[in-house]
């Protein structure tokens, strides 16, 4: 195993490569229809609440104000990584079922067999599926609420962000590596404590899928092509050694 965070986006790289050929199509279709309607919604909704969000936070008549230029990019970019988790964890609740197929294809491709605990049978795993992404939705909110407080105290707010899209690079490390871990059969701890051994690997991963997550266009085929990414982190990460029950 490499332990590099520029191997983590080349995984991402990879992945966007795969989703175009054309036995992986139609597998990516819905994913993308389900990314275009909920990011364009988000994207609309954190447009028109931001400025409100930054005369609460910064008050012309505070005496901080004069901070405003200066957090200003700041809070842009918090903003768009808030778009982000949203996006991501409501398109992944949704199209589940379906980056699970994804997942399973890439992997059949890599190495000629089906994934240790996949029947070809996708209404059999929608349940187990489903209850995966809320495991992950706890994870994240645990977390993310603590994350999102720091941004409300004077002075840490200034590294809040910083400390959100670390956060962010590492939670969607762990949200699509679970795709094809799942498909075999490794839960969410065993998917934890194999990603916290290439840590720096996954960062990179996860850091790459935030970035072309926040570039217009290509952020409807960002979830695609990190399910199919992280079927090939899986396998040259971890491959056989990795279908642990």
């Known amino acids: 195993m490499t332990n590099n965070p520029l191997t983590g986006a080349n995984y991402l790289i990879r992945g966007f490569g795969l989703i175009l050929r054309p036995g992986l199509r139609r597998f990516v279709l819905i994913p993308l229809l389900v990314n275009i309607i909920i990011f364009s919604l988000l994207a609309w909704l954190g447009a028109s609440q931001f400025q409100e969000l930054m005369d609460w936070l910064l008050p012309e008549s505070s005496w901080l104000s004069f901070l405003r230029w200066l957090l200003w990019p700041l809070f842009v ?71 999102l407080a720091l941004f409300l105290i004077p002075g840490v707010n200034i590294i809040a962000p910083f400390l959100w899209l670390l956060f962010n690079a590492w939670f969607l490390a762990l949200e699509y590596a679970d795709y094809p871990m799942a498909n075999n059969g490794l839960n969410f701890q065993q998917q934890h404590l194999r990603l916290k051994k290439i840590r720096l690997v996954s ?28 079927a090939v982190l899986w396998h040259e990460q971890f491959g056989k050694t990795g279908q642990t029950p």
């Open 77 to 147: 970019l918090t903003m768009l990584l808030v778009i982000v988790y949203s996006f991501t964890v409501l398109a992944n609740l949704i199209a589940a079922p379906f980056n699970s197929l994804l997942a399973e294809q890439v992997e059949l491709i890599l190495s000629g067999a089906p994934p240790g605990r996949t029947d070809g049978n996708p209404l059999k795993e929608l349940l187990p599926t489903l209850g995966s992404e809320l495991r992950k939705l706890g994870y994240f909110l645990v977390r993310a609420i603590p994350l």
């Open 203 to 230: 960062l990179g991963f996860g850091g790459s899928a935030t970035l072309l997550m926040m570039i217009p266009l290509l952020n409807f085929l960002a979830m695609p092509a990190a399910v199919a990414g992280a």
